[in-house]
């Protein structure tokens, strides 16, 4: 089979002739359509995770079973199936309170510890691999499925764990990146005021597109400052920062409302400074990582009935994932990206 493999850290892609996986018991083996190019496997691509190499990375599939080992029941030849990201034990006391992000046993990721979707054919635990509800059209939108698994399914979670109501107002920090446009996409079907913050003002034409209330400019005006304006005084009801910055952390969390919410999904800064107001205005502050498989499977119900739909901007052959993955590490993509790998 034909696959991009990276054979160092932060060095191109190869396109190689690879053996084709073949299906042992328990496993299967897909035909991969398309792949998603987010910004997690630009970060296994830049060399910011830890690899194993040669390595196939990618993860956000949508892809046709082919092959069956032994013992599996869960699938049948013809499925189309994207994947799950986690290779989580199942059985540690997260894992049953359907918590796998948290799984005490984690025995890696998918394009991480094992080889992934830039690739004619995958193989995976039979378990890993997750069949697409009815009525979602994953032969005439690959795609839009693939991403769902994570430009749908994180925002979903984010939602639940900042706990938004109709009619709060969230503040999206990175809002024009690639789980940003997501963001604000879903902060509206759950019926939010959405305010876009990103340092690049080019893109917010498409945060508007897709549902932004207002935009910010951070890269020309203070971020808090211009929050509490647009709220009145109040602050925001929650803050969604995608960034992770000291600075986008410290602002965000000062324009918070009583009980406002802020979410961290990106970055790693350290030596935050958080004022003294935590107990009197009962603001929180929470840590949130990708979904798990129950709010995955939410994820395509949602997008299978129409009430959500990411945005997919760029679909690119996989011999230009190298031009593409570039791209990624400017920031120059808005919305999401994808490989096409068979038809």
């Given at each position: 089979?034909?696959?991009?493999?990276?054979?160092?850290?932060?060095?191109?892609?190869?396109?190689?002739?690879?053996?084709?996986?073949?299906?042992?018991?328990?496993?299967?083996?897909?035909?991969?359509?398309?792949?998603?190019?987010?910004?997690?496997?630009?970060?296994?691509?830049?060399?910011?995770?830890?690899?194993?190499?040669?390595?196939?990375?990618?993860?956000?599939?949508?892809?046709?079973?082919?092959?069956?080992?032994?013992?599996?029941?869960?699938?049948?030849?013809?499925?189309?199936?994207?994947?799950?990201?986690?290779?989580?034990?199942?059985?540690?006391?997260?894992?049953?309170a359907d918590r796998e992000t948290l799984c005490d046993?984690?025995?890696?990721?998918?394009?991480?510890?094992?080889?992934?979707?830039?690739?004619?054919?995958?193989?995976?635990?039979?378990?890993?691999?997750?069949?697409?509800?009815?009525?979602?059209?994953?032969?005439?939108?690959?795609?839009?499925?693939?991403?769902?698994?994570?430009?749908?399914?994180?925002?979903?979670?984010?939602?639940?764990?900042?706990?938004?109501?109709?009619?709060?107002?969230?503040?999206?920090?990175?809002?024009?990146?690639?789980?940003?446009?997501?963001?604000?996409?879903?902060?509206?079907?759950?019926?939010?005021?959405?305010?876009?913050?990103?340092?690049?003002?080019?893109?917010?034409?498409?945060?508007?597109?897709?549902?932004?209330?207002?935009?910010?400019?951070?890269?020309?005006?203070?971020?808090?400052?211009?929050?509490?304006?647009?709220?009145?005084?109040?602050?925001?009801?929650?803050?969604?920062?995608?960034?992770?910055?000291?600075?986008?952390?410290?602002?965000?969390?000062?324009?918070?409302?009583?009980?406002?919410?802020?979410?961290?999904?990106?970055?790693?800064?350290?030596?935050?400074?958080?004022?003294?107001?935590?107990?009197?205005?009962?603001?929180?502050?929470?840590?949130?990582?990708?979904?798990?498989?129950?709010?995955?499977?939410?994820?395509?119900?949602?997008?299978?009935?129409?009430?959500?739909?990411?945005?997919?901007?760029?679909?690119?052959?996989?011999?230009?994932?190298?031009?593409?993955?570039?791209?990624?590490?400017q920031g120059l993509v808005t919305g999401r990206a994808a490989v096409k790998i068979n038809a």
């Amino acid at each position: 089979m034909k696959a991009m493999v990276l054979t160092a850290p932060d060095t191109p892609f190869q396109l190689m002739d690879m053996p084709d996986p073949v299906a042992g018991p328990g496993e299967a083996v897909v035909k991969v359509i398309t792949c998603g190019s987010g910004l997690t496997i630009q970060h296994s691509r830049a060399g910011r995770f830890n690899l194993d190499y040669p390595r196939i990375i990618g993860h956000e599939i949508t892809a046709e079973v082919v092959e069956l080992g032994k013992g599996v029941s869960n699938l049948k030849i013809g499925d189309g199936v994207t994947a799950y990201y986690y290779f989580s034990c199942g059985k540690c006391r997260w894992c049953k309170a359907d918590r796998e992000t948290l799984c005490d046993n984690l025995k890696g990721n998918v394009g991480r510890d094992s080889d992934g979707g830039y690739a004619e054919y995958m193989k995976l635990p039979a378990d890993m691999f997750m069949k697409f509800p009815k009525g979602l059209d994953w032969k005439k939108h690959p795609a839009e499925c693939g991403v769902m698994t994570d430009a749908i399914a994180t925002p979903v979670k984010v939602i639940k764990r900042a706990r938004i109501q109709p009619g709060e107002t969230v503040a999206v920090i990175g809002a024009g990146g690639g789980l940003g446009i997501q963001m604000i996409i879903v902060a509206k079907w759950a019926r939010a005021r959405v305010i876009a913050v990103d340092i690049r003002p080019d893109k917010f034409e498409t945060c508007k597109k897709v549902g932004a209330d207002e935009t910010v400019d951070a890269s020309s005006v203070d971020v808090t400052k211009a929050l509490i304006e647009l709220t009145d005084g109040y602050g925001v009801d929650a803050v969604i920062d995608f960034a992770g910055t000291k600075s986008s952390m410290e602002g965000g969390f000062a324009a918070l409302n009583k009980a406002g919410r802020m979410v961290i999904l990106g970055g790693a800064a350290s030596g935050i400074e958080i004022p003294g107001r935590l107990i009197k205005t009962e603001r929180e502050i929470m840590g949130s990582k990708y979904a798990t498989k129950s709010q995955v499977r939410e994820a395509l119900e949602l997008c299978a009935k129409g009430e959500v739909w990411p945005l997919v901007t760029e679909v690119h052959p996989l011999e230009d994932c190298e031009a593409l993955h570039q791209r990624l590490e400017q920031g120059l993509v808005t919305g999401r990206a994808a490989v096409k790998i068979n038809a």
